[in-house]
């Protein structure tokens, strides 16, 4: 079972029509659907379950410009602008603290790693730099002297993922925003070649633009419209502790274990260093676009034949836009905790930092995160389809890169100047030659 997430109903009213309907309750489209409202555009968001249910409750909950890849990071840079007055503009708690963030490096191999990210990050100004010894164990007492250095950003935070996305969207809501949950989009209706409404099960919304924002579900949902997005999941898993006193309050990861104190003076805590990939169909289709990816962290990755692949083989077809759709037969993507691996990085943490030792484990979860071949999301218009925007592939830096990601998409949307150069993050870059790969060295 998943966190607790602070609860939003849903609105009664079901619009008839819309300027814009955004697929997708999570960071990404919560954060969409109030950059628009507070444009006076008219929009309305459709959740197949209930807001930030997914991968949007279940992250670290970092913000972070460390260790982002450099096509990231002026989006980034304006999502930490943005998280840093978040609390004031919807007026509730998001949890959004400033309290730096530690990668640790345990060999002088992983040093040259992130004095290779500081000359990517260099032309940003970023306030990212090496730390080591004494200063190192003013950031995180007790454990210092077994790294060799580590690379340190003062101005990285946190939040809480259980509390951002529906705070955003109860905001959006006041600034006119209609939020639906528990209301699958199954698909669109076009006319004249492009969008011209938003079909859901209850009804159609009619609308001159869709921004799908699906997190996991967005690949399924484009292959529908005719549209090959080469996505595939990854298992994270977290645990969370009881409040702990004398703990570190910079959070930080290493090989072997993350971690960052939470609002209620507990603490989330991962295994820095393992992800579970799910063999699905998909996987075998997509093999030669992520295979980069999997010979640069094959480490990390571990490749799993679960339930998945049978569950996505039944999931295949599309379904008739008059028939119950796969979204709403799965409400919520709310898969098994890796526990051995959990267990294993509570170990390793407590016998670097006894502090942790004997804490009490609350709850794990785990959840799927939208992963693209070169690890950054696809945040652009469709050329095929006018009124598409697509927002997903966020490939584990979703979270703290949302609120920026919502003014970008609004920009998109609008046809204004955009906030940070788009390029990057075109969906034609797959079919266009441009071959996208992983930045090698971070």
């Known amino acids: 079972m998943g966190p607790q997430v602070d609860t939003l109903a849903s609105d009664a009213r079901f619009p008839a029509e819309a300027d814009v309907v955004i697929v997708g309750g999570g960071i990404i489209g919560t954060s969409a659907a109030l950059f628009l409202a507070q444009r006076g555009v008219s929009v309305v968001l459709c959740e197949k379950g209930h807001i930030a249910g997914e991968q949007s409750s279940r992250n670290w909950g970092w913000v972070r410009k460390a260790r982002r890849d450099p096509r990231e990071i002026p989006l980034i840079i304006e999502s930490l602008r943005l998280w840093e007055g978040m609390n004031q503009v919807v007026g509730a708690e998001t949890g959004f603290r400033r309290t730096g963030i530690v990668f640790a490096a345990e060999s002088e191999a992983e040093v040259a790693r992130y004095e290779t990210w500081l000359d990517h990050a260099r032309p940003y100004q970023i306030d ?118 004398g703990a570190p309050e910079t959070a930080m990861w290493c090989n072997e274990f993350a971690f960052r104190r939470r609002l209620d003076g507990g603490y989330n805590i991962a295994n820095g260093n393992v992800n579970v990939v799910p063999i699905v169909p998909d996987s075998f289709r997509f093999f030669t676009d992520f295979l980069p990816a999997l010979r640069a962290d094959h480490k990390s990755l571990k490749l799993r034949l679960d339930g998945r ?134």
Not at 163 to 186: F, W, Y
Not at 205 to 234: E, H, M, N
Not at 358 to 385: F, K, N, Y
């Open 309 to 442: 692949f049978a569950q996505e083989w039944r999931e295949a077809a599309p379904t008739p836009l008059d028939a119950v759709s796969v979204y709403e037969k799965v409400r919520v993507l709310d898969p098994a905790p890796d526990r051995r691996y959990l267990r294993q990085a509570l170990e390793s943490l407590s016998r670097m930092y006894p502090v942790f030792a004997g804490t009490r484990i609350v709850q794990e979860w785990a959840g799927l995160i939208d992963v693209m071949p070169d690890a950054i999301p696809v945040i652009s218009p469709v050329d095929s389809l006018p009124g598409l925007v697509i927002a997903t592939g966020f490939s584990g830096h979703g979270f703290g890169i949302g609120p920026g990601a919502g003014r970008l998409i609004a920009d998109l949307v609008m046809g204004g100047t955009p906030v940070v150069d788009p390029h990057e993050f075109r969906f034609s870059r797959f079919s266009d030659g441009s071959n996208p790969r992983p930045i090698a060295g971070i």
């Open 128 to 245: 990212a730099r090496l730390i080591s010894g004494a200063e190192l164990e003013r950031q995180v007492p007790g454990g210092a002297s077994r790294w060799k250095a580590a690379l340190f950003c003062a101005t990285d935070g946190r939040a809480e993922p259980q509390k951002a996305a529906p705070a955003i969207a109860a905001e959006a809501r006041r600034n006119g925003a209609v939020i639906l949950t528990d209301c699958a989009v199954r698909g669109l209706d076009r006319e004249g070649g492009r969008i011209a409404a938003a079909v859901t099960e209850r009804g159609r919304i009619r609308c001159k633009s869709l921004v799908v924002a699906g997190g996991a579900w967005s690949r399924r949902f484009l292959k529908d419209l005719g549209l090959t997005l080469p996505q595939l999941k990854v298992r994270s898993s977290v645990m969370r502790t009881a409040p702990l006193e």
